[in-house]
């Protein structure tokens, strides 16, 4: 996003408009402080501001200032299109392609308002006026900053917008210990909790609630875990029994293809995760040092995202999933163990 942008933008927000702010399907951390830390900006500028989500997402976001205000179009369905179809200006956060909104897609993209991308992701789809769009960046919570700063209005970050981006970052970089970290990233930081974002319970809030079981279903998934040192990778399954067994409520699985990652001598980590309403196995791909799971994911499973945080899908069963993920790792045993 250049200087020409920015001043465009300061223009068109110099006075009331009707915004409509978007993530993608099954928001995370990320999603959703992005999305309410720019809440809580715009509304200061006086306009009128709406979130709205593909669908739900976990309980431990439910805590962020502005939760009350989010609707989510698969239960407000004609609410949020329309909202849509009469905004002046739609930022789509955290994503870069319409596909990545489900059911959400045509309505945004046969929308008339302007459009403004805000994502760290790589490949985007080119449907933006303006496009702030940075695969260096940690987190988009990260950009929203910049963003904001860009605008020259960090004055008017307060205790909200701070705790909105901090939960972002810190979810995004796995409490800031991924590559994408930066000195910069922390220099954010510092100013997030000197404008009231209280770390401390920010990570409680969001690492420190979990259900009994919750705690079951990992030590499932846990006893599930198989390694193949020839490839330095290790993966996870839960199969639907599995889930229901235990209770599963969305983001139960957040995480746990961490675990898989922590081995020693692991340098690719896989979850597969069978969803049978859904007919599709969804994938968490993570990988260490230089290995790109973003290629491996858009390669073989409908997906991508990061150097070292990917997601997929797959059609096939889940034994069948697995083994395909088994089947194309030896194609990849060289850049693996180079890493």
């Known amino acids: 996003m250049n200087e020409q942008d920015i001043t465009s933008i300061k223009q068109l927000l110099s006075n009331q408009k009707k915004i ?17 830390g720019l809440y809580h900006y715009l509304i200061k500028g006086n306009h009128l501001v709406n979130v709205l989500v593909p669908n739900d997402y976990p309980t431990f976001l439910k805590w962020i200032p502005g939760n009350d205000v989010i609707l989510k179009h698969d239960s407000q369905t004609k609410v949020c299109d329309a909202l849509i179809e009469n905004a002046d200006i739609i930022f789509t956060l955290d994503f870069n392609a319409f596909h990545r909104t489900g059911n959400m897609e045509t309505v945004l993209a046969n929308s008339n ?40 209005d960090t004055d008017l970050i307060d205790s909200n917008i701070a705790t909105c981006l901090y939960v972002g970052i810190m979810t995004d970089t796995g409490s800031f210990r991924f590559l994408s970290t930066t000195s910069k990233t922390h220099r954010i930081i510092a100013q997030l909790i000197e404008k009231g974002a209280n770390n401390t319970n920010i990570h409680n809030n ?15 998934a846990l006893s599930n875990l198989k390694v193949i040192p020839e490839s330095r990778a290790a993966y996870i399954t839960l199969s639907q029994e599995e889930l229901n067994k235990y209770n599963y409520k969305k983001g139960d699985t957040e995480g746990v293809v961490n675990y898989a990652l922590s081995l020693n001598n692991t340098v690719l980590a896989a979850i597969f995760i069978e969803d049978k309403q859904e007919g599709i196995v969804k994938i968490s791909l993570r990988s260490k040092g230089h290995f790109s799971v973003n ?10 995202g990061h150097t070292n945080a990917a997601g997929g899908k797959s059609y096939l069963s889940l034994e069948d999933t697995v ?14 163990n180079n890493e």
Do not use: W
Not at 120 to 126: E, I, T, V
Not at 206 to 220: F, H, I
């Open 20 to 36: 409509v702010i978007v993530p993608h399907k099954n928001p995370d951390g990320d999603a959703i402080g992005s999305t309410l």
């Open 113 to 152: 308002a302007l459009k403004i991308m805000i994502d760290h992701h790589q490949a985007p789809d080119d449907y933006a006026t303006y496009m702030f769009s940075d695969v260096s960046m940690s987190s988009t919570c990260e950009m929203i900053y910049n963003f904001i700063d860009m605008l020259g």
């Open 206 to 220: 969001v690492y420190d609630t979990n259900s009994y079981e919750r705690l079951q279903l990992l030590g499932c």
């Open 295 to 304: 290629e491996l994911s858009r390669a073989h499973f409908n997906g991508g």
């Open 323 to 336: 083994a395909k993920f088994i089947s194309i790792l030896p194609s990849y045993n060289k850049a693996l």
